[in-house]
């Protein structure tokens, strides 16, 4: 409740820069938040604003770089969402609050790729979420891939379902439009073939439409 209470004086009082100030101490909470086996907590720039997007961990190169999406999969990523807001890369990231379930690298299974967090691993991330989400009560929310289509919208079968659908639903007590995206990997064929490529089009056009984005980037479908 208190934090409920510091965002909503933040939106009527401190505006823009209020609730940036409130997402650095989330963010400050999230760099003292160290489990072991995992890297350094990686997280996107404080943004005040509406569009809220969820990927599902770093990867192992983003703890360099300091910031998500750094590496392959975020090239594709904001190729995608250039095609949506028709803004590139760094506009996307002053634009849009980019989180993710677990905030920092999961490590390696032993196959040698990237594991994906357990269910009580993605809980014990998922306070950050929701006070982040409290704090900007986001219009349009973009979940990116499997794990954080499951998180946001409790679906876990295939994925085809609800790529290229908008949905309304309550978030961590927000009600927000939900347009689900595949993860961009690079060692994904989901999206480059049949019905992937197709329900990846429909998602972009729905971003595109939506009257968030529109206010967001100035774009006109």
């Not at 990997?185 to 990846?200: C, D, H, I, M, N």
């Given at each position: 409740?208190?934090?409920a209470?510091?965002?909503?004086?933040?939106?009527?009082?401190?505006?823009?820069?209020?609730?940036?100030?409130?997402?650095?101490?989330?963010?400050?909470?999230?760099?003292?938040?160290?489990?072991?086996?995992?890297?350094?907590?990686?997280?996107?720039?404080?943004?005040?604003?509406?569009?809220?997007l969820l990927?599902?961990?770093?990867?192992?190169?983003?703890?360099?770089?300091?910031?998500?999406?750094?590496?392959?999969?975020?090239?594709?990523?904001f190729?995608?969402?250039?095609?949506?807001?028709?803004a590139?890369?760094?506009?996307?990231?002053a634009?849009?609050?980019?989180?993710?379930?677990?905030?920092?690298?999961?490590?390696?299974?032993?196959?040698g790729?990237?594991?994906?967090?357990?269910?009580?691993?993605?809980?014990?991330?998922?306070?950050?979420?929701?006070?982040?989400?409290?704090?900007?009560?986001?219009?349009?929310?973009?979940p990116?891939?499997r794990?954080?289509?499951?998180?946001?919208?409790?679906?876990?079968?295939?994925?085809?379902?609800?790529?290229?659908?908008?949905?309304?639903?309550?978030?961590?007590?927000?009600?927000?439009d939900?347009?689900?995206?595949?993860?961009?990997?690079?060692?994904?064929?989901?999206?480059?073939?049949?019905?992937?490529?197709?329900?990846?089009?429909?998602?972009l056009?729905?971003?595109?439409?939506?009257?968030?984005?529109?206010?967001?980037?100035?774009?006109?479908?």
């Open positions: 409740m208190a934090v209470g510091a965002a909503g004086r933040a939106r009527r009082g401190g505006g823009a820069e209020g609730t940036v100030a409130l997402l650095r101490a989330v963010q400050r909470d999230i760099a003292a938040f160290r489990p072991r086996g995992f890297g350094p907590p990686v997280h996107g720039a404080p943004v005040a604003t509406r569009i809220f990927g599902q961990a770093p990867g192992p190169h983003e703890a360099r770089f300091g910031r998500p999406f750094a590496w392959t999969a975020g090239k594709t990523l190729r995608w969402l250039e095609r949506a807001t028709g590139g890369e760094e506009d996307v990231r634009r849009i609050y980019i989180a993710a379930v677990v905030r920092c690298f999961p490590g390696k299974t032993a196959g790729g990237d594991r994906v967090p357990s269910a009580e691993e993605c809980a014990r991330w998922r306070g950050f979420a929701a006070r982040e989400i409290e704090i900007l009560r986001p219009r349009l929310v973009l990116v891939g794990l954080a289509i499951q998180e946001v919208l409790g679906h876990a079968g295939p994925i085809a379902e609800v790529v290229g659908r908008k949905t309304r639903v309550h978030y961590h007590g927000v009600e927000t939900v347009i689900p995206l595949p993860h961009p990997s690079g060692a994904s064929t989901w999206f480059k073939v049949e019905p992937g490529r197709r329900l990846l089009d429909e998602a056009r729905l971003i595109a439409d939506h009257p968030e984005v529109v206010r967001t980037f100035g774009r006109q479908g």
